[in-house]
């Protein structure tokens, strides 16, 4: 079956960076598109970047300059480097791929603050 299993949340300071994994497995990794998305307690989930199996990738404005989206298909391993990190983006990230239907990751918590 599926499983997708994050990493690399933490605390850091505002202006820090911190660097997302998550591994998956249980399908083909390097045929599916891969996403990252966030979500705050009460709020909706967030799409906040995407990659293709070419390697195209697409960012919300809120992140754009700021988050980079990689993946490494010999590892069935997809990161979300996240520089410059605000407060605003304190949430918990999510990994994500659809095949035949949604399968999430666990959660990492990610907290900006001083």
């Known amino acids: 079956q599926v499983q997708l299993v994050e990493s690399g949340g933490g605390l850091v300071q505002p202006g820090g960076s911190l660097r997302l994994s998550c591994a998956a497995s249980?399908?083909?990794?390097?045929?599916?598109?891969m996403n990252w998305y966030r979500q705050a307690p009460g709020k909706e989930r967030e799409l906040v970047a995407t990659i293709d199996p070419y390697n195209r990738t697409k960012y919300p404005e809120s992140v754009k300059g700021r988050f980079t989206i990689s993946r490494d298909n010999d590892n069935n391993t997809v990161f979300l480097q996240m520089n410059d990190l605000k407060p605003e983006d304190t949430d918990v990230y999510y990994c994500?791929?659809?095949?035949?239907?949604?399968?999430w990751g666990q959660g990492t918590q990610v907290t900006v603050s001083s």
């Open positions: 994500h791929v659809r095949r035949d239907k949604d399968h």
């Open positions: 249980g399908f083909v990794f390097k045929f599916r598109p």
